[in-house]
C-alpha cells in the first residue's frame, strides 16, 4: 500500500481433505506437527481415511508435506572470532 500500512494477515481457512470425517488440511498438518508421521497413525488419531478411503492419498501427500516442512533443520548462526 502507498500510505505505508501493511493489511493485516488473515489466516487461511481450511479445506476439506476427509469429506465423511470432516478432516481439515489443518488438522492434518497440526498432526503432523504433534510427530503424527505416518497415514495409518492420522487415521487412527484423526479419522481420516476411515469411510471410504478416498481421501488418503491427498492426506498422505499433505502429512508428508508437512513433516517435511516440521523437519528442516534450523539455521546455525555462527559467532564473529574476536582477534
Known sequence: MAS???RP???IAPVYVCICN???DHQIREAADN???SVAELTMRTGCGSSCGSCLEMAGELLAKARAVHDL???VLGLARVA
Open 35 to 37: 510427530g503424527c508421521s
Open 22 to 24: 470432516g478432516v481439515t
Open 9 to 11: 494477515v488473515l489466516p
Open 4 to 6: 505505508g500500512h501493511s
Open 73 to 75: 533443520p534450523l539455521p
